[in-house]
C-alpha cells in the first residue's frame, strides 16, 4: 500500500520561499522510479488545484500561475519529491498535496485530480502580504 506523507509547510511573508517535501512509502526504488507525481493546491472555498506533475521519464509539466517561480524535482533514492516555492504570492496560500500514479498520463491528463490513485494528507501554505 502507498502512502505519501507531505511535509515543509509553514507561513511566510510575501517574497519568501518554502520547500516542500512528499516521502512515499511501500514502494521499492525501482517502482518509485516508475512513478508519476503532482502537486496540487486548494485554497480555502475552492476547488483541488493543478500545480506541477512530473513522470517517471523526467518530464515536467508546470501551470502557468507558478512557472518561473516553482521547481519540482525528485529523488528516487529516497523515494521522495520536493517542491522548491520562490516568490511566493499571498495567492499561493493553499493545503498542498501530493499524489502519485502509476499510470502513463498524458501531458493534459496529468493536471486532472482524477488521474492519481494515491495523496497525501496535505500540508498548509500560507503567504501573509
Known amino acids: 500500500q502507498v502512502q505519501l506523507v507531505e511535509s515543509g509547510g509553514g507561513l511566510v511573508q510575501a517574497g519568501g520561499s518554502l520547500r516542500l517535501s512528499c516521502a512515499a512509502s511501500?514502494?521499492?526504488?525501482?517502482?518509485?522510479?516508475?512513478?508519476?507525481l503532482g502537486w496540487f493546491r486548494q485554497a480555502p472555498g475552492k476547488g483541488r488545484e493543478f500545480v506541477v506533475a512530473i513522470r517517471w521519464s523526467g518530464s515536467i509539466y508546470y501551470a502557468d500561475s507558478v512557472k518561473g517561480r516553482f521547481t519540482i524535482s525528485r529523488d528516487n533514492a529516497k523515494n521522495t519529491v520536493y517542491l522548491q516555492m520562490n516568490s511566493l504570492k499571498p495567492e499561493d496560500t493553499a493545503v498542498y498535496y501530493c499524489?502519485?500514479?502509476?499510470?502513463?498520463?498524458?501531458?493534459?491528463?496529468?493536471?486532472?485530480?482524477?488521474?492519481?490513485?494515491?495523496w497525501g494528507q496535505g500540508t498548509q501554505v500560507t503567504v501573509s502580504s
Open positions: 499524489a502519485g500514479t502509476f499510470g502513463l498520463p498524458t501531458a493534459q491528463i496529468m493536471r486532472l485530480v482524477g488521474t492519481y490513485d494515491n
Open positions: 511501500g514502494l521499492t526504488f525501482s517502482s518509485f522510479s516508475r512513478y508519476t
